[in-house]
């Protein structure tokens, strides 16, 4: 398919843009109202459980129906993740991702989106977040083999 | 100002799992942010547009609900800079966000949001622990050494 070609690059910059104002819509680009959820035993603030609550149901029903089709629309074909191992790289990864979350209040959406409106952390987290991807390829990533199923996520 | 917002929470939370719906219906890929954005790093020229357009569509997305919110409400809506939170657990939590999102192959929304909707017991797994993780880690930097800003 020929219009595959635009029309790919298209559907994902509108799916990005409906991620980002949601994202900002629903308060995650702001780090005190995610710390106020994760903050069980100060004044807790449930919100994101609607946040996560809304986009887990849509997507569910949403990747349902997605999921009928033999294929997308403008790509041959789906690519999900195959890796279906709880083990250690998993749990120690999330690990050490909930406890940097946890500390700044920034997952890794928010924190790009902070560059729709950059302030004096986006200085610090935003190149430290990049740097440890980085840190990941050099160390872990070149033991592995070159190419993983199912990156995207 | 962070007081509990429903009903923004809720549809915010809509639109990203529409988000998702999307980008699988159209290009067959997960949108989960960190792989998006490593794939940048890793994969050369193959997916190299997509990804990009995708996360200048997030940030031009924020933007807009900064733009719409802001001049709706004359409230400051745009996320500031804590004045008294430390420079240096900005960078060690970047940094541990980075290599745990990369060593465990997700994050709040690959395995958060579009694992759990795929029903699959690995993103589960992963978001029970970055959860509990990041309850733990607030407690030990809110209530145990009492930094706040």
């Given amino acids: 398919m020929n219009g595959a070609r635009y029309a790919r690059p298209v559907a994902s910059l509108a799916a990005g843009l409906l991620f980002g104002f949601g994202l900002a819509l629903s308060g995650m680009t702001r780090p005190l109202k995610v710390l106020g959820f994760l903050d069980v035993t100060g004044r807790w603030d449930p919100s994101l459980v609607f946040v996560l609550g809304g986009a887990v149901a849509v997507a569910t029903l949403g990747f349902r129906a997605v999921l009928r089709r033999h294929a997308p629309l403008f790509a041959g074909s789906f690519e999900l993740p195959k890796n279906r191992a709880i083990d250690a790289p998993l749990l120690g990864g999330a690990l050490l991702f909930g406890i940097g979350w946890g500390i700044a209040g920034y997952c890794p959406g928010p924190a790009l989106a902070q560059l729709a409106a950059p302030n004096a952390e986006t200085l610090y987290f935003l190149p430290a977040m990049i740097a440890g991807w980085g840190l990941y390829r050099i160390t872990a990533g070149a033991r592995r083999r070159p190419r993983e199923a199912g990156t995207a996520r | ?149």
């Fill in chain 2, 1 to 149: 100002m962070d007081t509990f917002t429903p009903w923004s929470a809720l549809a915010g939370g809509v639109l990203i799992g529409a988000s998702a719906a999307l980008l699988l219906w159209t290009t067959g890929r997960i949108a989960g942010i960190s792989g998006i954005a490593r794939g940048l790093l890793s994969d050369g020229a193959a997916g190299f547009a997509w990804r990009a357009l995708f996360l200048v569509g997030l940030i031009a997305g924020a933007w807009f609900y900064y733009a719409l919110a802001g001049s709706a409400s004359h409230a400051a809506v745009v996320p500031r800079a804590r004045p008294d939170f430390p420079p240096l657990l900005l960078i060690v939590a970047g940094l541990a966000v980075g290599y745990g999102t990369a060593l465990g192959r997700g994050c709040t929304s690959g395995h958060g949001v579009c694992g759990l909707a795929r029903l699959s017991p690995r993103s589960l797994a992963a978001t029970l622990t970055f959860v509990g993780a990041g309850i733990g880690a607030t407690w030990v930097v809110r209530h145990l050494f009492a930094v706040q800003g």
